[in-house]
C-alpha cells in the first residue's frame, strides 16, 4: 500500500483516535533553526491537543525558559518536557542523540557552548565557500545572525539564500547549492556519542537515539543501547508504519524505551504530525529512572 495513500491516511487518524493521548518530543524553536519562538511552539501544541511537547533544539537549551513561562502564564494544559538534539559521532557516522529531562548544569551547558563554536565556524565556512562560487550575501544578514544565533546550521545559511533573492524557498537553496558545496566544507566537531551521555546522565537526564537511519540493524541498536542509549525514536517523518513497528519491536526486545515526534522545524512540517502515546512517555521516564 502506498505511503500516503488515503488508505493509509485513514489508518494513522483510527490509530491517533483509538489513542487520543499524544505526545510530540521531537520539535525546534528559533533558539535553533526553527522558524516559531518556544512561545509559539507550546502554544501550537496547546493548540494541536497534545498532552505533552519536548523542545528540542540543536545543541541548545536557550528555549527551554521562555516555553516554560509561556505554558504558565497562559495556563496551558500541556506538559513540557526540556529535550536538547546533540551532534555526536559514533563509529564515524554522525549521530543526532536527544537528550530530555536533564538539568542545565555547568557542566552541560559548557558541553553545548562548545559544540555552538563548532556550527558556527562550519556556518562562516559555508558562507565562504557560497561567496567564493560569486553569490553575494549580505554582511548585515550575516552579523545579526552571528549576533542571535545560539546554534547555527545549514537552515540559517539556506534563509540567507532566500532572504537575497538567490532562491525563493529553503529547500530549493538544500537542492541547487548547499547539498552541492556541503562535500568540500569540513565536518561539523560535534562530541563523541559516549561523552554526550555521560554528561546527559550526570545532569539527571536521559538519551534516545533520533530518527535512525536506513540501515540501522538489530545488532546495531543493541550496540547502542550498551553504551547507554535509554531509548530510540519509532515515530519519525521518514519511518513507514512498518518500519515503526520493527523500531518499537526492537525496542521492547531490548528493554529500550520508544520516542518520537514531528521533527518540526516550522510551517513545512506541522507540530503534532507525529506523535506518540503519553503511556510511551511514561515508559521513557520509568526506563530512565531504571
Known sequence: MPRRSPFTHLC????ALADPDKADLHVHS??????????QVVAFAAQAKLKAVALTDHDSIAGWSE???????NGFAIVFIPGVEISTIHESRDCHLLAYDAAPTTELTAFLAAIQ???RARFLQFIDRLRGEGIALSDSAIERLLVSGTSLGR???ATLLVEAGVVRRRFEAFRRHLHRVGPSVPRLAAALIGDAIAVVRAAGGWTCLAHP???MTFEALAGLKEIGVDA?????????RARSNRLREWAGALGMGCGGGSDCHGDE?????RSIPMRDVHDLRRFARR
Open 155 to 157: 537552515r540559517h545559511v
Open 12 to 15: 494513522r487518524q483510527a490509530f
Open 213 to 215: 537511519p536506513e540501515d
Open 117 to 119: 563554536a563548532a556550527r
Open 269 to 273: 512540517r506541522r507540530l503534532g504530525a
Open 232 to 240: 530510540v525514536e519509532v515515530e519519525f517523518p521518514a519511518a513507514t
Open 67 to 73: 516555553a516554560r513561562t509561556a505554558i504558565d502564564d
Open 30 to 39: 528559533t533558539a535553533s533553526d526553527g522558524a516559531h519562538t518556544p512561545s
